[in-house]
């Protein structure tokens, strides 16, 4: 496998000598790595006194746990055309495999390792990146799609509220506490949409927040300003659980073929929505229940087998579900320790833009219903997948003065 995705940082905050880390987790291994880097004179287009000067490229490349044997051929290649100064240095590793696989990883490579905490080396890398990478470099932008979707979504509240506001008895129901304040709604729908669009922001603004990682499963780290952190809650119903059952539904054998199929699919085929309980007439509380709003997560596939759906749709639903879960313990977290702003981290958003574009959705929804999850500033980290890799590496290689 060739690299993936490689970042520049400030040659100045490390030491520029070649190096690797392994990130070993439940379903995916990464792997950050230094090499040395092919040089050319000025007359052959070369960097003498250019970029490449003043940067060091940290190459990252993903492997399925499973397929370890490449990830280490593809290590030992890169690695041997930096001769074999790199095996005199210390190796790091972290992740629930980064244990299981520390014995092997010495014997192929004839180095020392040694296994570090994965929570620290996140938030290291996480603080890392912040300082020293644009800001565009660092947060994923949306997607057409995704930012289109969006702006249906708000449009769809506003719809709401409007519906709300011409509904008599509706009212009655605010009143009673039973429905909420279309005020309120409105109000939240212009917070969401000026929290969000904010396009740049400086090291100091970024926290306290949430460093959400969303992998095989999903925990949440709170870190304060000073780079103190804990951990303050999680779920282990995540990607793990999403490629477990979506292989039991669809008999999809990677996570790159039921994310595919999740892409192509309609959770409206198995979700029951309003326009299957309601016939949005009348002037009641439920009247007014969007005819697209989802009540029922699998409401169809009730006295149903298996064969009565589209795999495409299984996939869809089910996804859909696991970011439904996963924007739920984030936010109500996020009331409960009153922060407002949540960086997104993990191979199953970074690698899965349906799933960025359906947290986001959730998101839009949740603020109609509460007024804290309007608040929220949320983006996707870019990398974020190998924030844990490239924390370990940065423990040998970073300088005492690489961040604040």
């Known amino acids: 496998m060739a690299d993936l995705e490689f970042i520049e940082i400030p040659k100045a905050l490390v030491q520029d000598r070649p190096a690797f880390s392994f990130d070993i987790g439940g379903t995916c291994a990464k792997l950050a790595y230094i090499k040395a880097e092919p040089t050319c004179s000025a007359e052959e287009g070369g960097h003498s006194n250019g970029k490449a000067n003043q940067t060091v490229k940290i190459h990252l490349s993903l492997y399925t746990r499973d397929d370890l044997d490449n990830a280490f051929d593809h290590l030992q290649k890169s690695m041997s055309e930096s001769g074999d100064e790199w095996r005199k240095g210390m190796v790091t590793t972290t992740g629930i495999g980064g244990h299981q696989f520390k014995t092997r990883l010495s014997e192929e490579f004839g180095v020392q390792t040694k296994n570090v905490n994965e929570m620290s080396c996140f938030v290291q890398a996480f ?112 990607g793990r659980t999403f490629l477990g059952l979506g292989s039991l539904l669809t008999g999809a054998k990677s996570f790159e073929e039921l994310i595919d199929l999740a892409n192509k699919g309609d959770s409206t085929a198995v979700d029951e929505m309003g326009s299957d309980l309601t016939t949005g007439q009348g002037n009641d509380m439920y009247s007014v229940i969007p005819q697209d709003m989802l009540m029922f997560s699998f409401g169809k596939a009730c006295k149903q087998n298996i064969e009565s759906f589209n795999k495409k749709d299984l996939a869809r639903a089910l996804l859909n579900i696991i970011a439904m879960d996963f924007v739920q313990v984030v936010a109500l977290n996020a009331e409960v320790h009153n922060v407002q702003k949540v960086y997104m981290c993990g191979n199953f958003v970074n690698k899965a833009e349906v799933m960025r574009d359906e947290i986001s959705k959730i998101f839009v929804q949740r603020s109609g219903f509460s007024v804290w999850c309007s608040k929220i500033e949320y983006k996707f980290v870019q990398h974020g997948g190998f924030l844990g890799a490239i924390g370990a590496l940065l423990q040998t290689i970073q300088k005492s003065d690489g961040s604040k």
């Open 127 to 238: 603080r890392f990146l912040c300082q020293n990478i644009p800001h565009e470099q660092l947060l994923m932008a949306p997607s057409e799609q995704g930012a289109e979707l969006m702006s249906r979504m708000r449009q769809q509240l506003h719809d709401f509220v409007e519906t709300l506001n011409s509904a008599d008895l509706i009212k009655k129901e605010v009143d009673l506490g039973g429905f909420p304040d279309p005020e309120e709604i409105s109000g939240a729908l212009e917070t969401m949409q000026t929290t969000n669009d904010k396009t740049e922001v400086t090291f100091e603004d970024m926290f306290p927040c949430f460093l959400v990682m969303v992998g095989s499963g999903q925990g949440i780290l709170l870190i304060e300003k000073d780079g103190s952190f804990k951990i303050v809650d999680g779920t282990n119903k995540c």
